[in-house]
């Protein structure tokens, strides 16, 4: 069954900190893996997207990696901001015509 | 210059009431979904549509019925509605199916009491 799951459920840094959060999947074939940011009250936002051949990917504080391999991939945030704080969604997309797989998210909280 | 749009933003409905939600997209796009968000914020996808047809049917009750006038329109139809229908529902887009970018609207917050 494809699934993605993810971890920590919800994190809470200081401002300024890094900090890495973590994907897991199962889907299969595999076609390509996105990080989406949403805030609340909001849809989710595309932040970066990987495919089989990439292991590295960076959007300004924003790094993702993937492991294709060990079927992982994790999101880095650099020098945390308040703005970060949001639900950061691993979505992962197998063949055509088949539905996009999402985890069920990590609430980050940025505090002061 | 809103890439995917949908309206109300908030709906509040008694049970057994009909409801409707649009949604637009102008990014010409041809494929476009119906997403519901629960309480424990799980996106699940219900629907999705490509050049106005139905190529995913989720499991969901026919209570809920999309249509899709054109490819920049799909819109959700709900009869009937109960109290576990409160969720928040996004609409969504993309070039097209399989692998990628999906562009989200705002959302629409659905309670019915």
């Not at chain 1, 920590?8 to 900090?19: H, R, V």
Request: net charge positive; aromatic share 8%; glycine share 6%.
């Amino acid at each position: 069954k494809n699934q993605v799951e993810q971890s920590p459920q919800s994190l809470i840094i200081l401002e300024g900190k890094n900090c890495t959060l973590q994907c897991n999947y199962t889907v299969s074939p595999f076609s390509n893996l996105r990080w989406y940011k949403q805030d609340t009250g909001r849809g989710p936002v595309s932040l970066t997207i990987m495919t089989f051949s990439e292991n590295t990917k960076s959007n300004g504080r924003y790094t993702a990696t993937l492991d294709a391999d060990t079927k992982q991939s994790s999101l880095h945030i650099t020098a945390s901001q308040l703005s970060d704080s949001a639900s950061y969604i691993c979505v992962v997309s197998a063949q055509r015509n088949t539905p996009l797989v999402f985890g069920k998210g990590t609430r980050l909280s940025v505090i002061a | 210059d809103t890439a995917v749009s949908q309206t109300p933003k908030y709906l509040v409905t008694q049970m057994g009431n009909d409801k409707s939600i649009k949604c637009e997209q102008n990014l010409g796009h041809d494929t476009m979904y119906w997403y519901k968000q629960d309480s424990k914020k799980f996106l699940k996808i219900m629907f999705s549509y490509n050049n106005k047809e139905l190529i995913i049917n989720e499991t969901v009750p026919n209570r809920f019925s999309p249509k899709s006038p054109d490819k920049a329109h799909l819109n959700l139809h709900i009869n009937s509605l109960e109290l576990g229908d409160s969720a928040v529902y996004f609409c969504a887009s993309s070039l097209s199916t399989g692998g990628t970018e999906a562009f989200f609207g705002q959302g629409t917050r659905l309670t019915v009491v």
